[in-house]
């Protein structure tokens, strides 16, 4: 069988052959990119999707807009709303998880051989998405503060992109946090080099101690000119439930139409169900304690991996310890002539019934192989010292 | 901004224009293509999704394996044998309804110019999908019997298509049904000319007086060396409900591999809320009877739109009484002196407070103007008279 040429631009990922291994008996895996499903409000979810098929069966069941289930629109207008972005409910498509908001961008947007700008790293998901559709990828460097918007603004003058795909808050896998003096320095750019900036957005809502700077998209409202530049992704996964597939995008009225277009013969729409029962959710007012909850749990777990980290690994490892979203992200250092490819490294740790995800695959460009992810998301806190404990045995 | 150029191969639908006048006050409407909610079986999909709550929240509500939720994927799979096809859980992905599986082949089959063979009339939505990748649609014309094979036999000799899309049970728009003869045909062919042949099939299920031939994928079994060249798309929508947006594609085994790396990277993987519902209600056996009822309720829809028709356009109008599935594909033929052109009548027929969809827009290549498609789904007998009746006004 001969298929397109696109999947030439795509490589299974190492990534998948690691996971094969994460069901060995007694691993503690800070491998996964997923929530704890401990966390999930089965209950409120129970009582949302029975309102939902009791109150509106067809509306749940039939067939619906491709934009997006009208209540559902209705309620992420006034959850952004929260957020400090102000958006009518006909500003935002639902999207399939936010994964279909990057494959409709992807699809829109990039004509092969076109050029876009991307964390380095980045999410492996938003790498391998936008390559399908022909594009050419440049990596910007990332800092504690985010990426690097002196050598941001330097590829956009020099590439020209069809557009910046940033993850500005507790980003997958840096988990940094773009510092506000950088968020405008993006939009300023925007505006000046015309460029269309998209802002991924599943961890901002999982911060720790203090809450993150305004979204990027927030920030259009203090920067002339900005807010027809950007396009901001967002979902229920990381906070509410992965399950139910819901992402949404906010953006330009030309974008948004073009990608309903295409989302048209991509799903037709998503799944009304999920909708439906999403809408209730957010309508039942149990999202606030849900947030809380999920917040001081996952921050406890951060806490616990930060110190067993410095514990156990010492002067062997570098890392920002994160102030929300999932991630540890780690540098080794080969101190004391240690090993410092993370690769050798995760082999050795599946010995010792330990895994984590090596960093290299999260590069578009220049993969550096002493960087690793660590999730601290899934692992209760004994577990992460006892794993964590374990990798230093295995360094 | 500028947008990729695969979007120049698609138009925005004339059929959406028409479907904005549908909430005009007191319209009967024969354009939709979706069944009926009313025939939803509510209370049995309330009962389904409590369950898989109660049962399997982690399940539900967690990010899932993209090629389907494993407990779905069995059902599925047995769901298949009471229809005559042999298929492992493994054999087969579930989709985000059957249109992601024509996303998926056009995203894992069709490079830019490449040929694909439709029906001449086809589904509208396919057209679009596979354009948008930049397939070069041939069209094959259908009679009372289905696609013809001895011109679909040529038109493969001739342009070595990619593959063949073909809906051959109560397609849509043709609610045509392709003879047992034809299928075996379509099965040699395939092996003479080693073609891959896709089968959608969402109407299938939807028989009134007598099942329809076993399908083609059934037929395999029948024609040595067939089995690994044809795709099987197949969904609960149009049976069960649409807003599950709960699809599946069984083919060969790289075919299927293939189309779950891009799935990956366009949704991750289908609501495991809805696939987890969707195993729950087939599970629980309510299905055998949901079927029967639609089935009775569309059959008797279908002989009073029948009946209605002859009654009110008499010779102005030919068409094929339908055997199953929710369309009338009918051809004005001017006689009398009256309109021939569907898209006139479409205009006038609005004025009188009845819609249908113009033919042409389902043809790929040389529309015929004279063609219409009414659906019998949505509107109960006395609504299907008195409709037909204001098209007779109308014509």
């Not at 067993?308 to 540098?331: C, H, K, S, V």
């Not at 993969?367 to 964590?388: C, H, M, Q, W, Y």
């Amino acid at each position: 069988m001969q298929f397109a040429s696109r999947l030439d631009n795509v490589e299974t990922s190492a990534i998948r052959e690691l996971f094969k291994l994460l069901g060995t008996p007694g691993i503690i895996s800070f491998a996964g990119g997923f929530p704890d499903s401990a966390m999930f409000d089965v209950e409120g979810l129970k009582e949302a999707s029975a309102k939902a098929l009791a109150e509106e069966p067809g509306g749940a069941l039939q067939y619906g807009a491709t934009e997006g289930y009208e209540p559902l629109r209705t309620q992420l207008s006034a959850f952004m709303k929260t957020k400090g972005v102000e958006v009518d409910p006909s500003g935002l498509i639902v999207t399939t998880g936010s994964q279909q908001a990057l494959d409709l961008l992807g699809k829109t947007l990039i004509s092969p051989g076109d050029k876009v700008i991307v964390e380095g790293p980045t999410f492996l998901a938003t790498i391998q998405c936008f390559r399908l559709y022909g594009a050419q990828l440049i990596s910007a460097p990332v800092d504690a503060d985010g990426v690097r918007t002196d050598e941001l603004e330097k590829l956009i003058a020099e590439h020209k992109p069809k557009f910046v795909y940033l993850i500005p808050t507790f980003g997958n896998p840096s988990g940094a946090m773009l510092s506000l003096e950088r968020r405008r320095k993006v939009l300023e750019m925007a505006v000046r080099y015309q460029a269309l900036i998209v802002e991924d957005d599943p961890y901002g809502d999982l911060y720790f101690d203090q809450a993150p700077p305004p979204s990027i998209m927030s920030l259009t409202q203090d920067v002339p000119g900005s807010r027809a530049l950007v396009a901001h992704c967002g979902s229920l996964s990381k906070v509410l439930s992965p399950g139910l597939r819901i992402g949404w995008m906010i953006g330009p009225a030309e974008l948004l139409a073009k990608a309903t277009m295409c989302k048209q013969f991509s799903d037709a729409h998503t799944s009304t169900f999920a909708q439906a029962t999403a809408a209730q959710y957010l309508k039942s007012g149990r999202m606030p304690a849900t947030l809380a909850h999920v917040r001081e749990v996952y921050a406890e777990r951060a806490r616990a991996m930060g110190e067993a980290l410095r514990r156990e690994l010492g002067d062997a490892i570098t890392f920002t310890q994160p102030g929300g979203g999932l991630f540890f992200w780690a540098r080794l250092t080969g101190a004391g002539g240690k090993v410092a490819d993370a690769n050798v490294l995760a082999k050795r740790a599946i010995e010792k019934l330990v895994a984590f995800v090596p960093g290299a695959p999260f590069f578009a460009e220049k993969p550096d192989v002493a960087t690793l992810r660590l999730s601290f998301a899934t692992a209760n806190v004994e577990k992460i010292r006892e794993g964590i404990a374990r990798l230093g045995t295995a360094l």
